[in-house]
């Protein structure tokens, strides 16, 4: 594996799998890597011949400061980990790589209403630093494939937006699903901040996105979204429910009344735990 952190020796040695034909497969990552970004270079194994994987804190996705210090560092785990994997480029660039001109000069995009609702109502400016990154990194790693994972829903809808529409490249996105633990807790680098009480209690997410979709056809989806934020609010570790949604797959609107037959939908939830923030999503 191929470990490089400049924009340079990046370019080179994706040019050299270029001109052997060699297809690109992306993930992007914020390292603390575990089994959920490892599903994801396993996706593009299987599916490109040459995986580049980048790792970096990127510092204009954070809306929240004491968010971006305390969030898990683990580089050469993580690089150890590529490796067994069979990756063959990982990218760890500084700030000043990705953002040569300095953070206040990246382009910032206009996802429309989807950057606004949901996770975007509660990180104000958080999806367009995810725009800015991914944007800045397709520009340098030039990829065929971008896989992306599914516990970022609203990721993937904003990042296939800034693909397809925005950057009108073509880079085929690929959602990859939910890895879990094996309690249902979905597997995220946050996780490693829980203390063992709060560890416990944060299987509840899950458990209620379950509960939403094990009742879709008995209850109304207004009280659905009720009783679960009621069965969170109940749990000792979860200071505060920011949303749970039953929202349209595509849109992310909510569907506040019954679902139709055929209802291609998600129910999608964030707690927070003292300070550190959780997120998951079932499909319906
Ligand atoms: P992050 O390092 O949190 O920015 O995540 C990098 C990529 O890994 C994103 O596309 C995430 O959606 C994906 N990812 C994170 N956790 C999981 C998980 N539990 N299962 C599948 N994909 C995941």
């Known amino acids: 594996m191929n470990r490089v952190k400049t924009e340079i020796d990046l370019k080179k040695a994706v040019a050299t799998a270029k001109t052997e034909h060699r297809s690109i497969g992306f993930v992007p990552t914020m390292g603390a890597l575990h089994e959920g ?111 992306l994972g599914q516990k970022d829903y609203q990721q993937y809808l904003v990042l296939k937006m800034l693909v397809d529409e925005i950057l009108k490249a073509p880079i085929e996105v690929v959602l990859c699903p939910i890895v879990r633990e094996p309690d249902g807790l979905a597997m995220s680098s946050r996780n490693k901040l829980l203390r063992v009480d709060q560890r416990k209690d944060a299987i509840e997410l899950s458990k209620t996105l379950l509960w939403i979709k094990e009742n879709l056809d008995a209850i109304h989806p207004l009280e659905l979204k009720e009783g679960a934020v009621q069965r969170l609010r109940n749990v000792k570790s979860i200071v505060s429910v920011d949303y749970i949604e039953i929202a ?32 998951d999503n079932v499909r319906l």
């Open 248 to 279: 349209d797959a595509e849109t992310l609107e909510p569907c506040d009344t019954l679902p139709k037959a055929g209802f291609a939908g998600l129910a999608l939830g964030a707690i927070q735990m003292e300070d550190i923030r959780l997120i």
């Open 37 to 147: 970004h490892l599903s994801l270079v396993r996706a593009s194994r299987r599916n490109c011949d040459f995986t580049v994987v980048s790792i970096f804190v990127n510092p204009t996705q954070f809306n929240e400061p004491q968010d971006l210090l305390q969030y898990p560092r683990t580089l050469e785990q993580d690089l150890e980990l590529l490796e067994e994997e069979g990756c063959q480029i990982a990218f760890f660039p500084g700030v000043e790589e990705v953002y040569p001109n300095g953070k206040g000069e990246a382009p910032v995009f206009d996802f429309g209403s989807l950057e606004s609702k949901l996770e975007g109502a509660h990180r104000p400016g958080h999806f367009k630093g995810v725009g800015q990154v991914v944007a800045r990194l397709l520009e340098m790693v030039q990829p065929d494939t971008l896989f």
